[in-house]
């Protein structure tokens, strides 16, 4: 189990690198580096949200539809790997001709939707994996921690160090080295795939979705993980913000704050791993989410690096908690489906995961679109008269509010989470 476990999770790695250097200095890249408005950023995410509202239920019905002698899920990973990294590199590179005004919107907008067209294939098929490749509770916390462990390590790679590569060799240059890293562990990935030949799912699109809609506890662990990733996205998006303008350090010192958070989760993975065992899956997933969020609310307060390492430290540790979890609870639901209907439909599932995680985008560039009415900020060129308290206010209140509303649903989940 040991070796599957780390395949498995050297394409959380992979895949984690990419797409949270992605998530989390796309915004500060177009709009203070490129001058894009804060208000087109939220359009654009909208518009891509509202496309992966169709997109993520189809691949992920595909996904589970297909049959061939290597799997369901495997052609889907060896076509869309590449394609996730060719795509990556072209939403940081920007040639000059694209970095006019009225040129550079949609340069944004096409590069960003073909993207997470691309992401939205691996990550359903990755994800759909874990249930399958992992059976029980014991087992299943685990991989989970080892996978968080190796996602915690991605963040470190490609969140806290990447204001420093990108000082020194640009935002394109960053792309090519994270992406360069991220085939590596997707070579070592792809050899470790292993999947149920007799699994398979003869539903209808309608029918396989209507099943899952009418999940009760789907839509508590899918509402759950839209406000948790709503949040946590908004931590990290802001955090360069946060960092420039309410704390006044330099761009650099970014890398202290998510360095804080995610070594402080590095060992929390398998602290949580072992919670899950202990007090059963709901209740570790419950206890998880009430520190993430009254830590979300604690980084308003800061006023220098200490103390704002200190609080992102308290972050990172619900954070762990959060992913670990998390992941228990929802192989869970997909097992008692399958108990009930007699068919796998992982990518089911997963794609609706991934499409609540989506939507939370789309609410991430609404969350930015209010720092104008409510603040001024505008963009990097025109900050408004209190740039500081606006990122305070997005940092700390905005994704605490989220969460700890997230805490509140858990406690409807109607099973508990035990071997």
Same mark, same amino acid.
């Given at each position: $189990? ?61 996904? !589970?539809?297909?049959?061939?002698? /290597?799997?369901?899920?495997? +052609? /889907? ?13 072209? #939403?940081?590179?920007?040639? !000059? /001709? ?28 990755? &994800? ?55 085939? *590596? ?8 795939? @292993?999947?149920?030949?007799?699994? @398979? ?20 662990? %899918? ?32 890398? *202290? ?14 602290? /949580? ?42 972050? &990172?540790?619900?954070?762990?908690? #959060? ?11 997909? !097992?008692? !489906? %399958? ?7 992982? &990518? ?7 499409? $609540? ?43 605490? #509010? ?11 989940? +109607? ?5």
């Amino acid at each position: $189990m040991a070796v599957k476990a780390w395949r498995y999770a050297s394409g959380q790695l992979g895949l984690t690198l990419v797409s949270e250097s992605f998530g989390t200095y796309l915004a500060f890249f177009y709009l203070e580096k490129l001058g894009l408005s804060a208000a087109f950023y939220a359009l654009a995410r909208t518009v891509y949200a509202a496309w992966d509202a169709l997109n993520d239920p189809l691949f992920g019905h595909l996904s !589970d539809r297909t049959k061939t002698p /290597w799997g369901r899920r495997r +052609p /889907w990973l060896l076509l869309g790997l590449p394609l996730f990294l060719l795509l990556y590199l072209l #939403v940081f590179w920007v040639p !000059d /001709w694209a970095k006019s005004p009225s040129v550079l919107p949609y340069y944004f907008a096409l590069a960003i939707v073909l993207y997470e067209t691309a992401a939205t294939v691996v990550w359903t098929n990755y &994800g759909a994996l874990f249930p399958e490749m992992f059976r029980g509770l014991a087992e299943r916390a685990s991989a989970a921690a080892l996978r968080r462990g190796t996602e915690l390590f991605g963040l470190i790679l490609g969140i806290a160090l990447a204001p420093v590569v990108y000082a020194q060799v640009g935002f394109f240059g960053m792309a090519l080295l994270f992406g360069g890293l991220a085939l *590596f562990a997707f070579l070592f990935f792809l050899r470790g795939v @292993e999947e149920d030949p007799k699994a @398979e799912s003869g539903l209808g699109l309608l029918a396989s979705f209507r099943l899952v809609f009418a999940n009760r506890a789907f839509w508590v662990a %899918a509402l759950v993980a839209l406000l948790f990733e709503f949040g946590r996205t908004v931590i990290q998006t802001a955090m360069a913000f946060y960092a420039k303008h309410s704390l006044g350090l330099p761009e650099a010192a970014t890398t *202290f704050l998510f360095a804080a958070v995610f070594l402080m989760a590095l060992p929390s993975v398998f602290l /949580w791993g072992r919670l899950a065992r202990a007090l059963g899956g709901k209740r570790a997933w419950r206890l998880a989410h009430l520190l993430m969020g009254l830590a979300a609310l604690l980084l308003f307060l800061p006023q220098s690096l200490l103390p704002a390492l200190l609080v992102g430290a308290l972050v &990172g540790v619900g954070f762990a908690g #959060v992913r670990v979890t998390g992941e228990v609870v929802m192989a869970k639901v997909i !097992d008692l !489906d %399958a108990e009930r209907t007699g068919t796998r439909r992982e &990518g089911a599932y997963y794609s609706l995961v991934g499409l $609540m995680g989506r939507l939370s985008g789309a609410m991430v560039g609404m969350a930015f679109a209010l720092l104008g009415p409510l603040f001024g900020y505008v963009s990097g060129e025109n900050p408004g008269p209190n740039p500081g308290l606006a990122f305070r206010f997005l940092i700390s209140v905005v994704p605490g #509010v989220a969460i700890l509303l997230a805490y509140g649903l858990t406690a409807l989940f +109607p099973h508990e989470v035990r071997e």
